[in-house]
């Protein structure tokens, strides 16, 4: 507030427009190809790992690996947090990468040491002492790594591009992020797994720690070509104020329009700030840019109305966020259940053995084919009509995802059907590549919605900000992940005491004598009503004011009306040109996202 006060956050604005761009971005790229090739052949396979090396049964082979998941998500907000306030966001991405290479190094280690391994005749509890002690570090640190490095990069990605200026190369580059991740988990899932489950686990490990050391290595020398922001204050901070204040000023009357809030001018600041229109959404919160009469503009006194919007932005984030995390249960399914349904189907292509964790690679190729086509023919034939920069809203795109994502459960019922019938039937199995299809429409769903979130978020997010607010996409995967650990033991525990057998659903290790199509088709109905709710809060959401047309409106703001605590008073002067833009912000406000 006061004139030497520490900036919240530098200019995204490039001041060399030598650095950044897609050139910037091809380092990123790579690492991404690099580390997706361990992280995603791990996400596929650890399951059938605990299974038949740490010796856990069906549920809780794939619970701790949902857990995992989860927890690895849910700490890209640290990563986020961090490359908001202390560190840059290249640095961030590389002091994690360190501590995910050594969590792979001890991973390594425990698959190659037979000491730490847990004995086979071992009926239960087997995993305890160094062995648990190893086992779990190694996932901890493996989480705490991973989710730094995802909470960070994609906002570093992002920041290679002007908002304004480069708007399409920022919703190509989302594509191509995750065009990257497909690339190297196509290898994962193919090379990487084949040599986990056909040579030995250590070496999968052991080649997953080779490529995160490459990945990182090629990060580190893109640093000469990146557009680098400096953190500053800590967004966690500028939320807590409004809401402080808000509930200080709540006695206060509702301001009568919103050029009675306190708001800076660009004169009265020595940095370049991101102004926000005002909204009447969540107008509580206005009162958090009262400043009454003889008060001085302190942090804790009075907030901008620019930081209120903040807090309102990612206010109105939250349903979206909300509203994908049922498919994000659904996918945590495909890496465990469906995962273990292959492991008992027949496995071979021709002369070929396939490893069942190896199916996920039928997706990841339908995405590696799909994503240039989205990208070169879909989205500029959609551009003409809309006029849209990426084709179609990141809302759209992300609701054609969690469509799809109904469909992939409700298919993963019926060839779970299929499976069951044929084995009881004649004891026959039927071929892997029947799991293709639910993985395949799934597949297609993860690249509308991973991508439409993560643009989402990043674009919508207040300019200090981003690194965090990109973070939400991966913790509505947390949240999935988590949910479907509850969901199994919610589903198991009430199962049991209706059924006839008085065995739940998802009983024991033998699927043969389970009822996993009734918990597909559960999430394939979930998924349903769902989608409904999402439509509600997509269309009730108001996209964020454009940044130019804003700057227009406070340009000829000298200085900063004051009100009275008794009146809404406004200063004569300047009071038409705020009417004006009062007015502006109120038609802008009609837009709303569908």
Known sequence: MKENAKPTYSSLEPVDKKKGGLTASSFIFVLLALDSMGFVANMVSMVLYFMYVMHFDLAHSSNLLTNFMGSTFLLTLVGGFISDTFLSRFTTCLIFGVIEILALVMMTTQAYSKHLHPIKTCPSNCVQGRIAAMLYGSLCLLALGTGGVRGALPALGADQFNRKEEAKSLATFFNWFMLSTTAGATIGVTGIVYV???????WGFFISTIAAVIGFSVLAMGKPFYRLQVPGDSPIIRIVQVIVVAIKNRRLPQPGSSHELYEISEKESNYTEEKIAHTHQFSCLDKAAILGKGSKPEPWKVCTVTQVEEVKVLTRMLPILFSTIIMNTCLAQLQTFSVQQGSIMDL????????APSIPVIPLLFMSILIPLYEFFFVPFARKITKHPAGITQLQRVGVG???SAISMAVAGLVEVKRKNQANKDLTKISLFWLSFQYAIFGIADMFTLVGLLEFFYKEAPAGMKSLSTSFTFLS????????SVFVDLINAVTRRV??????WLYGKDLNK???QLFYYFLAILSCI?????????????YKADETDLKLQLKTLHQTPLIHNDASVVQE???????????TEENKEEKVAT
């Open 477 to 484: 995967l947390s949240f999935g992940y988590f949910l479907s």
């Open 348 to 355: 071979h292509l021709g002369s070929i053995e396939v490893p």
């Open 573 to 583: 002067s300047g009071s038409k040109i705020d009417e004006a833009a009062a007015s």
């Open 514 to 516: 389970n009822n996993l």
């Open 530 to 542: 769902n989608f409904v709710n999402y439509v509600y809060w997509a269309s009730w959401y108001k």
């Open 196 to 202: 986990s489950m056909n040579v030995d686990w250590y």
């Open 402 to 404: 969690l469509v799809l």
């Open 499 to 504: 059924a006839p057998s008085k065995q739940g």
